[in-house]
């Protein structure tokens, strides 16, 4: 297999391929996403919940996902690997340079930030400097108790025009993929079509060009109940790599997400 990057995933959205993407933490499970055949890989915060056992994202640090970030590069040379920028570590430009010094050097091709247009400068200062960005927006989850609660986003109208503007920010400062967590799937649909840059959803309908799942989600292991988005892959798979490929052909069939994991 080639690399992936992010000319790669651009190509997929013209020519209107849908892909799979999902989070891992550690070098074993990266071989196994890779060798499966994922491209792109999410260090995300979530492993604050799923690793660590917290109730949020908020305790994780940076030197944790530096950790994380170089394990998961350690299982695959090939994968677009993206690392998150932790709660508070990305406030202003000067920090944010930092912080994507940190994660670049421990193995990250790109890094990706919640919050919209605010982060205009940063992302732009970062793209300047060699740093390619991933946005994120809707349920934010470091924003959770801004939210009061994990609670889908961009209902209201008013909601949902701040997130079509906030998403055409991002594209203009530089970003090169969007995340879109937990929105209406017209309203994903919408911002996917108004962007030339790829939007990976979760929660988010079947339209945007990617998808990414919680790895423990997609294995059924996440304690607790498992969010509606989320699908158990193992059961039609048999075993982890099974369960893999048959979300990686779920995506690429406009099979999953279904209507039964939609907002
Ligand atoms: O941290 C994470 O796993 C994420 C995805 C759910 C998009 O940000
Ligand atoms: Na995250």
Redesign the pocket.
């Known amino acids: 297999m080639s690399k992936t990057t992010v000319s790669t995933l651009l190509k997929y959205k013209q020519a209107g391929e849908k892909f799979a993407t999902i ?1 891992a933490y550690d070098a074993s499970f990266s071989k196994l996403f890779a060798d499966a055949g994922i491209e792109v890989i ?1 260090v ?4 604050g919940m799923v690793l660590q056992g917290h109730s949020d ?1 908020l305790p994780v640090t940076v030197d944790e996902m530096a950790y994380h970030i170089s394990s998961v590069r350690r299982g695959t040379a090939d994968t677009l690997v993206i690392g ?1 920028m932790p709660f508070m570590s990305y406030t202003t430009p000067e920090q944010t340079y930092q912080t994507a010094t940190k994660l670049m050097q421990a193995g990250a091709n790109m890094v ?1 930030l919640e919050g919209g247009e605010w982060l205009y400068d940063s992302i732009r200062g970062l793209t300047e400097r060699g740093v390619p960005v991933c946005g ?1 927006l809707g349920l934010t ?1 470091q924003s959770v108790h801004l939210f009061g609660g994990f609670k889908v986003q961009g209902r209201q109208q008013e909601q949902a025009e701040k997130l079509l503007n906030d998403a055409k920010a991002l594209e203009s400062a530089g970003a090169q993929l969007l ?1 879109l ?1 937990c929105i209406p799937a017209d309203l994903a649909k919408q911002i996917t079509e108004a962007l030339t840059i790829p939007v990976i959803g ?1 929660g988010a309908g079947k339209d945007t060009d990617g998808q ?1 799942l ?1 790895m423990h989600d997609m294995f059924g292991i996440t304690p607790g109940k498992p969010p509606k988005f989320s699908k158990n892959f193992l059961t039609e798979g048999g075993d982890m790599r099974g369960a893999v490929e048959a979300y990686i052909n779920a995506v690429a069939e406009g099979v999953f997400p279904g209507p039964e994991h939609t907002f």
């Open positions: 989070t999410l995300g915060d979530s492993l994202t998150d990706k994120h989850p995340v967590e979760i990414i919680v």
